[in-house]
């Protein structure tokens, strides 16, 4: 009843939200858009905050903090993200989404500039081999790398995370553009073109789809080729 009645009405919401959010990516400086989803996120919010309040002995609490994490994460409200996700630590050390948590605990850090917590925090989940989020932990740590400047490292990271995926494998399209991105900041364009190429045969979100296609062009120019930059 908890379930069908509370959570699972705020896990729709969140992921209504998750949609929007990968259209909005689409639409640079579309504020109406990003209002927009992070509203929905509010609202997932509100409706996992029912479980916490009217059934804190359900079993839905721990999904119910973890949700309102990853919401508060997205609408960008760190601060409370972390002490959601600490919460879920603290009262729940059997949780099934301890690692999980953890992950998105490495992601908020960072996003917080806490370069040195982050790295810490993903670099533990990515060397456990039973963590389900190890590659995803691994994929935050080649993109901290490239935000601090370490293009040549990040790509290293990238490429290595390329050779552990298999064909077909969601993360690649990231992990491609993450290559293409650090290529772009190196000045070699036409390598970073082909990464780029190589995004769009992985299967990518809208929003990274769109990314890629406008990245092409963009190099196309760079490179001369106006008339191919044209047809992007």
Avoid at 3 to 13: D, E, G, P, Q, S
Avoid at 124 to 152: C, H, K, T, V, W
Avoid at 205 to 225: K, N, P, S
């Amino acid at each position: 009843c908890v379930y069908y009645n509370t959570f699972y009405n705020a896990l729709k919401r969140y992921r209504e939200a998750d949609q929007k959010r990968s259209e909005a990516e689409s639409k640079v400086g579309d504020r109406r858009s990003k209002n927009e989803y992070r509203r929905l996120y509010m609202n997932a919010i509100e409706k996992a905050s029912v479980v916490l309040d009217r059934h804190p002995k359900s079993k839905w609490v721990d999904d119910s903090l973890l949700l309102i994490g990853k919401a508060f994460y997205w609408r960008e409200d760190y601060k409370e993200a972390l002490l959601k996700f600490q919460e879920l630590r603290e009262n729940f050390q059997k949780s099934p989404l301890l690692r999980e948590a953890r992950y998105w605990r490495g992601l908020t850090l960072q996003a917080m500039g806490k370069t040195e917590d982050a790295r810490i925090v993903l670099a533990e989940i990515g060397s456990d081999p039973d963590a389900s989020f190890g590659s995803r932990a691994r994929l935050a740590l080649a993109e901290l790398e490239a935000q601090q400047g370490n293009y040549e490292a990040a790509i290293t990271a990238y490429e290595r995370l390329l050779s552990q995926s298999e064909r077909g494998d969601r993360l690649r399209a990231q992990v491609w553009k993450g290559i293409g991105d650090a290529l772009v900041e190196l000045k070699r364009y036409r390598e970073a073109e082909v990464a780029f190429r190589n995004v769009l045969k992985s299967k990518p979100d809208t929003g990274i789809d769109y990314y890629a296609r406008l990245r092409i062009g963009e190099l196309m120019e760079l490179q001369g080729d106006l008339e191919g930059a044209m047809e992007k």
